[in-house]
């Protein structure tokens, strides 16, 4: 934590899986030891002790905030449970780091955040790209965003791999599930998209689901996402300033082309960012003191997840409808 007259508070976690052990990571490597696991497998509950020392474990949530009366837990369950998770915690006042999505609906998303503010307990979203230190120094080398002028998105999904873990019905949700975060890269600096111009098709199975999206977000900035489930390819985003472009492809790289200069120069990220998955050791120190001051700091609260997720909502919806309409398609 940056403030060191507070205590280091006492964090629980929900959902012991790959995931689960990025956190660990961190949160040990701040010297916040995870006090104890719940999650609803035995055979999961018996690897958090035997892999990580987690002891103390639980099957419920309820059960585990009754009995160790956690400061706040990071939530890493399956990304269709993350709402009831949320929910559970935060109405028996217990802030939370959420992973993404923050709920299925923009409906949910928004009950969590009255919640939230109803228990006085923060929900900060887990959207670690937003904490990756390149996109921090692009910021600053633009001069603060609202320097910034326009964003875009390339995004992929591949459904054969994700069908092979998932059901038909969750592949149906991955904009909710993965593709948040490429549109909350984009929204994160945008602002909303109040009126979005949206196409969407279906070529066929399996999901072959293609997406366009642009407008002009409140703030002035044009923003651009395009997404493809029936080809390969990297994620890239984009930001615009004047007489700047600053890609990120892989997101966590940046390089910066500058208008009148030929070569492209690179911003390099943290050492904490290469030691550990980016953007989680600047995510669990800020959740750290959101769970010591059960504020989070502004930019980041869970009502900055809303515009994504309405954008996310918009485009499941549009490519449902024409997966419906397409020759062919089974249904989900």
């Not at 002891?55 to 059960?63: K, M, P």
């Not at 937003?130 to 999904?157: F, I, M, P, Q």
């Not at 990120?248 to 940046?254: D, G, K, Q, S």
């Not at 959101?290 to 549009?318: C, H, N, W």
């Amino acid at each position: 934590m940056t403030d060191p007259s507070l205590p280091m508070p006492r964090i629980s976690l929900v959902g012991y899986g790959r995931i689960a052990l990025k956190h660990l990571e961190v949160f040990q490597a701040l010297g916040c030891p995870i006090a104890s696991v719940c999650d609803a497998s035995a055979d999961r509950r018996r690897a958090a002790a035997s892999e990580s020392g987690l002891a103390r474990s639980y099957a419920s949530v309820a059960e585990m905030i009754e009995a160790e009366r956690p400061d706040g837990i990071v939530a890493c369950v399956s990304f269709d449970q993350n709402f009831s998770v949320a929910h559970a915690a935060v109405s028996r006042g217990v802030p939370v780091l959420l992973e993404k999505p923050p709920g299925l609906s923009a409906a949910e998303c928004r009950g969590l955040l009255d919640l939230s503010s109803r228990r006085g307990a923060p929900i900060l979203p887990a959207f670690n790209r937003r904490h990756y230190s390149v996109l921090r120094k692009a910021l600053e080398d633009a001069g603060g965003a609202a320097n910034v002028t326009e964003t875009s998105v390339v995004w992929t999904e591949e459904p054969e791999r994700l069908l092979k873990r998932y059901s038909r019905l969750q592949v149906s949700r991955m904009v909710f599930a993965n593709t948040i975060h490429g549109l909350d890269m984009m929204t994160h600096l945008s602002g909303p998209i109040p009126q979005p111009a949206l196409t969407a098709r279906s070529l066929g199975e399996p999901f072959r689901w293609q997406a366009l999206l642009h407008g002009v977000s409140d703030r002035g900035v044009l923003a651009s996402f395009a997404s493809s489930w029936d080809s390969p390819g990297g994620w890239r985003f984009v930001f615009c300033t004047r007489g700047r472009r600053y890609t990120f492809a892989p997101l966590e790289t940046c390089s910066v082309e500058e208008r009148g200069q030929g070569a492209t120069r690179r911003i390099e990220p943290d050492d904490c960012d290469r030691r550990f998955k980016p953007g989680f050791f600047e995510q669990a120190r800020m959740f750290l003191e959101v769970a010591s001051t059960r504020r989070v700091p502004a930019g980041f609260g869970l009502e900055t997840a809303i515009p994504a997720m309405e954008l996310a909502e918009r485009i499941t919806e549009a490519c449902l409808a024409a997966h419906r309409a397409a020759p062919g398609s089974a249904p989900i």
